[in-house]
């Protein structure tokens, strides 16, 4: 959206400079009681109107989950009816608008709630609106019918996914997929995915209707990756960091003013033992992962246990932090504990912090934490994209992900080039075990996953300087990983945005 509300008398290069661009956002809102809500300020132009549904306060506990247990029902069938303050249907015949871009199947359904409160029959809405009016992009960005974890399970479990579950992710993908006239994914990975979605839908096998078939076969074809960019308020913090090296000050100090409180206790704690201060060297070992089943934060805390849990810790002067809003309570619940028990100690000869986070962070706490930062660890198995990925790199923090092209953010960033990839495959297996057979049983990928690390680290013993400085390997992937952040900004994506849309009206 701001890529494309860049005013044309501050860049001539805005690729509608010849044209006056509206944009309405229609999104959901949560109910005020719902707990731990953001506070960041939406983007805001003179072209752009936010048009908010507020969902109902029985709608709290599943605010932040996206799977089929969140609130995408609510919100389609208030755009569908009509809301207190805004009736969808009338604001939007007004408008008039030229394309459309929905984000992931929840968005293609609200679509057509609004298309059957339009016409009052989804096929006819479905028809009218794609050919006589406008162009619909599905924007896609995950594929939940391949995703490796598959459903989350009910409100209070974390259990896995089912046949069911399943097959109700491939049956809205595929919905959506016949709904687009173009589609937009982030990665490769889930490129393969759609496409193998799409040749396996049985609805657009017409043979009385070729015309149908070859729109679709070129839909097949023509899925675009285009990855999300870095956010403009992100990208502005992080260059911060060049201005303050120009003047000679550090960059860790830039942001203290932001860092919770929490975070600032433990650092200074760290210090003190170390003989250092809190401006000289970072010292967080990161993961911000919403705390649910498909971003695997358990896959952090058994990293930090095999490496050797609070003595590793102590002994390199690391400060674990994990951050992320709570999505499904038990799981998160669990997940907390366990990262306690791994990674601190109360006792008095043995004390060391870690810090836990269960909220969302905004952009200022985000730059402060990630200044102090000497590793992120981003532990899902697969991500379509992964932001925080990209955000650590901006701040010059390296990322430890998953390798074999499964989280998308690695691919824009360089798989170890702009991030280290390993094979976190065998911590997730070793979660299993443990949690199955009370076991604790290692294998060959895990170990070679540990001791990669392990040796990335291993100059903390030799050094007292900062790390980045005393390790050369860090230190250049966090240079390729800032540079290629940087490179991919609003006005990138937003070229490719409109390039995308531009191709479907000119089909």
């Known amino acids: 959206v701001s890529g494309l509300l860049l005013d044309d008398t501050t860049n001539n290069e805005t690729p509608n400079n010849d044209n006056h661009v509206e944009i309405r956002v ?18 805001t132009h003179k072209n752009l109107e936010i048009w908010p549904v507020e ?7 599943q605010w932040r989950r996206l799977d089929q247990h969140g609130p995408w029902n609510e919100f389609a069938s208030a755009l569908c009816c009509g809301s207190d303050s805004i009736n969808f249907r009338d604001c939007i015949e007004k408008f008039e608008p030229t394309d459309v871009v929905a984000v992931d199947w929840h968005g293609m359904l609200a679509w057509q709630a609004i298309c059957t409160a339009i016409t ?16 619909v992009c599905y924007y896609n960005f995950r594929v939940y019918s391949s995703s490796s974890w598959g459903d989350q399970g009910n409100n209070n479990s974390s259990d896995g996914g089912t046949a069911d579950n399943n097959q109700f992710y491939k049956e809205m993908e595929q919905l959506s997929c016949r709904l687009a006239d173009g589609i937009i994914c982030l990665s490769e990975h889930d490129r393969c995915a759609l496409h193998k979605l799409m040749l396996q839908d049985k609805e657009v096998e017409d043979e009385l209707n070729p015309t149908c078939c070859h729109q679709e076969q070129k839909k097949v074809r ?3 990756i285009l990855p999300p960019p870095l956010r403009g308020d992100v990208c502005k913090l992080a260059r911060m960091m060049d201005q303050q090296h120009q003047e000679g000050g550090g960059s860790s100090s830039l942001f203290n003013m932001y860092l919770p409180e929490k975070a600032r206790k433990a650092l200074d704690y760290a210090h003190q ?80 912090p870690c810090i836990v986070i269960d909220h969302h962070l905004g952009p200022k706490e985000l730059a402060a934490i990630f200044s102090h930062t000497v590793l992120n660890v981003h532990p899902c198995l697969y991500d379509a994209y992964g932001m925080t990925l990209v955000e650590s790199a901006a701040f ?63 100059p903390r013993i030799q050094h007292t300087a ?42």
């Not at 969902?55 to 506990?61: I, K, N, T």
């Not at 009052?120 to 162009?135: E, G, H, I, S, V």
């Open 26 to 43: 229609i999104c959901a809102k949560p109910h005020p009681s719902t707990p731990n809500l953001s506070s960041d300020i939406p983007v």
């Open 55 to 61: 969902l109902q306060e029985s709608s709290s506990h």
């Open 222 to 224: 023509e899925i675009t």
């Open 120 to 135: 009052n029959n989804t096929n006819l809405a479905t028809t009218r609106w794609r050919k006589d009016r406008l162009n």
């Open 273 to 352: 033992q170390q003989g250092t201060t809190i401006s000289q060297q970072r010292l967080f070992l990161t993961c911000i992962s919403r705390l649910s089943p498909e971003k695997s934060p358990h896959i952090f805390v058994n990293l930090l246990q095999q490496l050797g849990g609070v003595d590793f810790l102590r002994r390199h002067c690391l400060v674990p932090i994990l951050c992320g809003a709570r999505s499904v309570e038990s799981y998160a619940e669990e997940v907390i504990q366990s990262f306690k028990n791994v990674c601190s100690s109360d006792d008095d000869d043995s004390f060391w």
């Open 466 to 507: 900062s790390l980045l400085r005393s390790c050369s390997t860090l230190a250049q992937v966090a240079k390729e990983a800032r540079h290629r952040a940087l490179g991919w900004d609003e006005l990138s994506c937003c070229r490719g945005l409109v390039e995308k849309l531009n191709s479907l009206t000119n089909d």
């Open 396 to 458: 010059a923090v390296p990322s430890v992900v998953n390798c074999g092209g499964k989280v998308g953010a690695a691919a824009l960033l360089g798989e170890n080039e702009g991030c280290v990839a390993l094979d976190l495959s065998g911590m997730e297996e070793e979660i299993r075990t443990e949690t199955t057979d009370g076991k604790n049983d290692s294998n060959e990928e895990m170990d070679g996953s540990v001791k990669k690390l392990n040796e990335m680290l291993a």
